[in-house]
């Protein structure tokens, strides 16, 4: 099932502090195009750098995500990138006038009403996935960490973590997301939380200087003594905030809407931290005390698989009809011998096709290319290549014997091995962007007994150039 990307209907702007550094910040997330994914941009530095959401772009993962590119950094990505992600948005730029995300309330939720009240474009392009066919797994003993991700037989997206803090409070929480769209109802308002014990450390680091009792939920795991109350207010500007102790349990000042509210905010954090993989996912993801940096070492694992499954070599039933067959395939492109150099298309969906070339010996160029070392020249291959490419884009028009494909640009080209007498390539070209004015762009690639033989991205124009035949009159 094939859904298209889309972005905001309009920019949505909005004001806070950073958690950690206490500074105001104003953040507007803005419409971005087709296949733009998820980026940042520091409207308060020189040059206004753009930072990509990339899960190799991580630079620290203490109390949050921190990413770099260009000189630049943006703190705490987690809330901003699950409220994008969370709302099923493609393509977004968000723009700070600060170093951090604002904190907002401790949650998405803030993110997520802006969004939803712009609403949503709806773009040309096809929406990409990740799907899992097999089990990852990731493990750091020294954090406790597990996590591991299955492929799900309806192709959503879930998610199941389980938080153990050898806490009183806390004991061992579960949350699950069975689907995206559970995101903003469900998961969206949970705040973050921290530990009363844990605040004077991080106020001693320098964090949290704009964290307070309205954007995080404070557990209480042990008794205090009022003298230690006032000496942490203290230290966190706080010290005319009247607070009141009763206990173990939560400080007064808020209520938890979910009995496992902290285990649905880590929930929430994967949510962010997995966004940076930029594809939506299809597989469940299992998590067992998951932190920022478990979270975005697993995102490179899946950003690695993405770069795997692009590469692979297609698989197909070679007994099975193909989709157009050497008389199809002539109806629709002008080559003929010695220079029609493709056999048949195996299968064609909205944005990428697979074809194939049987070589033989019996090729004419291996007369002279070279004689007692027959070899496919690397121009025929990638003239082999683009005659799938050109099936994929006459495909699109109604009467394609009477239009013809012209090359305009070839980019990186690479060839990996020879092509021989007795070889069957199979090529796989992508679109690299939207078919638009007659102007093609697409990747690919040829494979010999699955693996890579050559490369190239290639520009063409689709352009008619043949007139109907007349019909008879009787």
Known sequence: MSSKQRTLKSPVHLKGVGLHTGAPVNLSILPAPENHGYKFQRMD?????????????????????????????????????????????????????????????GSAWPFVQAIEAVGYEEQEAERQYLTLTENLTYENEEKGVEMLAVPTAGGEFRLTVMVDYNSPILGTQHAHMYQLNHFVEEISRCRTFVFLRELELLAKNGLIKGGSLDNAIVMVDQPYTEEQIKDILKLLGKEDLEVKIEGIGVLNTVKLQYENEPARHKLLDIVGDLALVGRFIRGHILAARPGHFGNTEFAKILKGL???????????????????????????????????????????????????????????????????????????????????????????????????????????????????????????????????????????????????????????????????????VN
């Open 306 to 472: 993405i770069k795997q499954q692009q590469n692979a070599a297609p698989t197909f039933d070679l007994y099975k009809k193909p989709l157009y067959d050497i008389n199809d395939i002539t109806r629709m492109l002008p080559h003929r011998y010695p220079f029609l150099l493709i056999d048949k298309i195996m299968e064609m969906d909205e944005t990428s096709v697979i074809g194939v070339k049987n070589v033989t010996m019996n090729e004419p160029f291996f007369q002279g290319h070279f004689p007692g070392n027959p070899v496919m020249p690397g121009v025929l291959q990638v003239e082999a290549m683009a005659q799938v490419g050109g099936i994929f884009a006459l495909s699109q028009v109604k009467d394609p014997e009477n239009y013809s494909t012209y090359f305009m640009k070839i980019d990186g080209v690479k060839f990996k091995q020879k092509v021989l007498p007795g070889d069957t390539i199979v090529f796989r070209l992508s679109l690299e962007s939207p078919i638009r004015r007659g102007l093609v762009n697409m990747k690919g690639i040829a494979y010999v007994n699955g693996k890579e033989v050559c490369e190239a991205i290639m520009l063409a124009q689709v352009v008619r150039d043949r007139v109907p035949a007349e019909t008879p």
């Open 45 to 105: 530095l020189p040059e206004q750098p753009i930072i990509k959401a990339d899960p190799d772009l991580v630079v620290s993962t203490q109390r949050g995500t921190t990413l770099e590119q260009n000189g630049a950094r943006v703190y705490t990505t987690e809330h901003v990138l699950a409220a994008i992600y969370g709302c099923k948005v493609d393509n977004a730029l968000v723009q700070i006038d600060g170093p951090e995300i604002p904190i907002m309330d």
